[in-house]
């Protein structure tokens, strides 16, 4: 319960694309908020982009226009479309589920998965 498992990292060229998929255990990711983070070497991690239940989006200032967040409610996944990619995106990215329980909000993380844009 709670695993998240990320795919699709890899290195690819500036101004390249690549596309991050998430699949969430069935009984967190219908009720959870899906969002992805990115922590770059020496760096604080950083929220992306957010997917609520119902499908509303919201993106960081850094990538919005470039970065598209989606969610297959059929394949409890959650994908990261990444156009226009840059070197500053570089980064482990993780996939996050978000939602309430008991007053509480809860958390589960996946293991990350490397996007290496070179220049």
């Known amino acids: 319960q709670g695993q998240l498992v990320e795919s699709g990292g890899g290195l690819v060229q500036a101004g390249g694309s690549l596309r991050l998929s998430c699949v969430a255990s069935g009984t967190i990711f219908s009720i959870s908020a899906m969002g992805w983070y990115r922590q770059a070497p020496g760096k604080q991690r950083e929220w992306v982009a957010t997917?609520?239940?119902?499908?509303?989006?919201n993106y960081a200032d850094s990538v919005k226009g470039r970065f598209t967040i989606s969610r297959d409610n059929a394949k409890n996944t959650v994908y990261l479309q990444m156009n226009s990619l840059k070197p500053e995106d570089t980064a482990v990215y993780y996939c996050n589920a978000k939602r309430r329980g008991g007053g509480l909000t809860i958390n589960n993380w996946g293991q990350g998965t490397q996007v290496t844009v070179s220049s």
């Open positions: 997917i609520t239940v119902r499908s509303l989006t």
